[in-house]
């Protein structure tokens, strides 16, 4: 018998309830260290119009900084250096 697998969705109002599900550090100020959720962008890159000027953020590499305590890496991509209840999800090949 096959297992069913049904797509789980969180649908949140603001963006503040949505960074503290996926344990991010909330900053909404103009001097932000980075300016983007899902990847490494800083302010720096809007004076560049080079298309690969950010990397994804990888689930992996976070759960692996939370698991040894690299809390100043975690820090510096505003990350939340606790172990997040959303780790265990499936993200579909999306790393």
Not at 41 to 69: F, G, H, R, W
Request: hydrophobic share 40%; charged share 20%.
């Amino acid at each position: 018998m096959d297992n069913l697998k049904v797509p789980l969705a969180f649908i949140i109002g603001d963006i503040q309830g949505g960074d503290n599900i996926c344990g991010r550090s909330a900053c909404y100020q103009a001097d932000a260290r980075r300016i983007c959720g899902m990847c490494n962008a800083t302010p720096d890159v809007y004076e560049s119009n080079d298309m690969d000027s950010c990397n994804l953020l990888v689930m992996e590499d976070i759960m692996q900084m939370c698991t040894i305590k690299e809390t100043d890496k975690l820090e510096a991509l505003l990350q939340s250096p606790n172990w997040q209840a959303i780790f265990g999800i499936d993200y579909g090949g999306l790393p």
